[in-house]
């Protein structure tokens, strides 16, 4: 089973940058696309952004696009989360998925247990 783990997650200013990684413990992420989403206290879990296995395509949301960058090393089993101009309403938990480039909760197989943002004014 493959089972994604997060980290790289803390408190950073408004403006900042953080780059979130997602390994794989277990199986290998091999032929999986990946995804990142995040929840912030008393919201749903909010999509961000997917890649496919051999990165040729990735999706955004609106929300986020031109601020956030996914990318992936698939040598090291190892999925990124480039978040840039940091602002306070990204403060979430954020997590990894794997198994689709969807939108949605339910298309994906495999989370982690999610790494804490905190985007301070």
């Known amino acids: 089973q493959v089972q994604p783990v997060e980290s790289g997650g803390g408190l950073v200013q408004a403006g900042g940058s953080l780059r979130l990684s997602c390994a794989a413990s277990?199986?290998?992420?091999?032929?999986?696309?990946m995804g990142w989403f995040r929840q912030a206290p008393g919201k749903e879990r909010e999509f961000l952004a997917a890649?496919?296995?051999?990165?040729?395509?990735?999706n955004y949301a609106d929300s986020v696009k031109g601020r956030f960058t996914i990318s992936r090393d698939n040598a090291k089993n190892t999925v990124y989360l480039q978040m840039n101009s940091l602002k306070p309403e990204d403060t979430a938990v954020y997590y990894c998925?794997?198994?689709?480039?969807?939108?949605?909760?339910?298309?994906?197989?495999?989370w982690g247990q999610g790494t804490q943002v905190t985007v301070s004014s």
């Open positions: 998925a794997a198994g689709s480039r969807s939108a949605y909760v339910k298309d994906y197989n495999y």
């Open positions: 277990g199986r290998t992420f091999n032929g999986y696309a």
């Open positions: 890649i496919s296995w051999g990165s040729s395509f990735s």
